[in-house]
């Protein structure tokens, strides 16, 4: 695969994955309003500590 083909699967990866991430949120927003998106963080940060946690890597 080329340089050039490589990058242009690249990029779109990327686009889709920008605008299924924006299509979630808004998603989130329109169903549980802006505390419902605060949470939905508020639990993504928290799966994130304990997967740290549970490796065992510490900052």
């Excluded at 998106?37 to 740290?52: H, K």
Aim: proline share 2%; glycine share 14%; no cysteine.
């Amino acid at each position: 695969m080329s340089l050039a083909k490589a990058s242009v699967w690249t990029a779109a990866s990327t686009l889709v994955k920008i605008g299924v991430g924006l299509l979630v949120v808004k998603l989130l927003a329109v169903s549980f309003g802006p505390s419902g998106v605060g949470q939905a963080g508020n639990f993504r940060q928290l799966v994130t500590v304990l997967g740290v946690l549970a490796r065992g890597r510490y900052l």
